[in-house]
């Protein structure tokens, strides 16, 4: 894991200041790191050194974490529990930025299921296990509630998904080769 990768909006931050070149002490001081850790970090991740007493410059370093964070990829997402939870995670427009499109939705609820919500389909639960399969979903974003959480995560497992995104209130157990 990198500890750069700890606020996930810094590189936004660091984007909008306009800033040409930072220094691993700074960014190591914003992100509350220890320096070396960062120097490490990054000479895994990019392929241009900082320049000394200058540090790196931004465009690129931005460039090489997307890229070695896989946010150039785009991965695709079912969510499965559509109710307020589901819906925003369903709006919010920031995953896209980091390679993520949630791209169906599955519920139980007859009042939504078939319903296009946020430009998404809701499909029937019972739907789940064939479509993930089919469309070689690889990421699963749980938004049920904490009882039938397990259930959902043992459907997504069978379906061949390789990432659950867990937001039920309870822990769930995945195969340990499930992210």
């Avoid at 914003?30 to 000394?52: H, I, Q, R, Y």
Wanted: with cysteine; aromatic share 8%; hydrophobic share 40%.
């Amino acid at each position: 894991k990198c500890s750069c990768g700890a606020s996930v909006f810094y590189d936004e931050e660091l984007e909008a200041s306009g800033i040409e070149y930072i220094s691993t002490p700074k960014i190591a001081m914003d992100l509350g790191f220890n320096e070396m850790s960062v120097k490490k970090d990054f000479a895994c991740v990019t392929t241009e050194k900082g320049k000394p007493k200058v540090g790196h410059k931004v465009i690129n370093l931005l460039n090489d974490l997307k890229s070695f964070l896989g946010c150039n990829l785009k991965k695709s997402a079912c969510l499965v529990g559509v109710g307020n939870l589901g819906r925003a995670l369903m709006g919010f427009k920031g995953f896209k930025r980091y390679g993520l499109e949630i791209t169906m939705a599955f519920d139980i609820n007859p009042e939504v299921v078939g319903k296009t919500i946020q430009g998404i389909k809701v499909y029937n639960y019972e739907e789940l296990g064939t479509l993930c399969r089919l469309l070689e979903i690889p990421i699963g974003i749980i938004t049920v509630g904490g009882d039938d959480a397990q259930k959902v995560c043992d459907t997504l497992v069978k379906a061949g998904v390789s990432a659950i995104w867990n937001f039920a209130p309870t822990h769930i157990k995945a195969p340990e080769d499930i992210l």
